[in-house]
């Protein structure tokens, strides 16, 4: 049987308290790499203008506020991960 996540993350926090595993200090390169990465992948440089009706509009704007997040840069994030596979297509 596969474990969940938190059974995989208290596995870790345990091991992490206990001294059997240590956390490495990431490389300067590993660190600018990151950064890099991150800046490509967050970089906004289109505009575009989509047409919601009221309803999904609210809906996006109610969950982006449970989120702490801009409602703008929640369906930015959920475009992104459509494009990358990261959400399912129901079919």
């Given at each position: 049987m596969k474990p969940?996540?938190?059974?995989?993350?208290?596995?870790?926090?345990?091991d992490l308290e206990s001294g059997t595993i240590e956390i490495e200090k990431p490389t300067r390169k590993l660190l600018?790499?990151?950064?890099?990465a991150s800046e490509n992948t967050f970089?906004?440089?289109?505009?575009?203008?989509?047409?919601?009706?009221?309803?999904d509009l609210l809906g996006i704007q109610k969950k982006a506020l449970r989120m702490g997040l801009?409602?703008?840069?929640?369906?930015?994030?959920?475009?992104?991960?459509?494009?990358?596979?990261?959400?399912l297509e129901k079919i």
């Open positions: 969940t996540h938190e059974a995989e993350e208290k596995e870790i926090i345990d600018s790499d990151l950064k890099r970089k906004k440089d289109r505009r575009i203008n989509v047409r919601l009706s009221s309803h801009p409602y703008q840069a929640l369906i930015s994030g959920l475009i992104h991960r459509y494009v990358e596979g990261d959400l």
